[in-house]
């Protein structure tokens, strides 16, 4: 599976942006689908997750209420809606493909990352 991450850039505080994360490859459905973020500094975290099949969902704390992970395995897509975005939320923003975990290392493949960035 190949990963294209796209949607990332620069948005004010309080706003919005959309991540998608487009998969190649046949077997899209049957992997569950991670976000995770990277800030300078940082290690890797993880954000959000689904399920192969889109019914459940699972959130890193500090961003339930505010993001929202959706797919759309006819299109092989995994989309990550960001809402009330906050200055912390600045990272690189990769997504993953693998179990459905919160741990890094349950995932296999990765793709390449886009950099979120919001302002005060």
């Known amino acids: 599976v190949q990963l294209q991450a796209s949607g990332g850039g620069l948005v004010q505080a309080g706003g919005s942006l959309r991540l998608s994360c487009a998969a190649s490859g046949r077997t899209f459905s049957s992997y569950g689908m991670g976000w995770f973020r990277q800030a300078p500094g940082k290690e890797r975290e993880f954000v959000a997750g689904?399920?192969?099949?889109?019914?459940?969902?699972t959130y890193a704390d500090f961003v339930k209420g505010r993001f929202t992970i959706s797919r759309d395995n006819a299109k092989n897509t995994v989309y990550l809606q960001m809402n009330t975005l906050k200055p912390e939320d600045t990272a690189v923003y990769y997504c993953?493909?693998?179990?459905?975990?919160?741990?890094?290392?349950?995932?296999?493949?990765w793709g390449q990352g886009t950099q979120v960035t919001v302002s005060s």
């Open positions: 993953a493909a693998g179990l459905y975990s919160t741990v890094t290392t349950d995932y296999d493949y």
């Open positions: 689904v399920t192969w099949s889109g019914s459940s969902t």
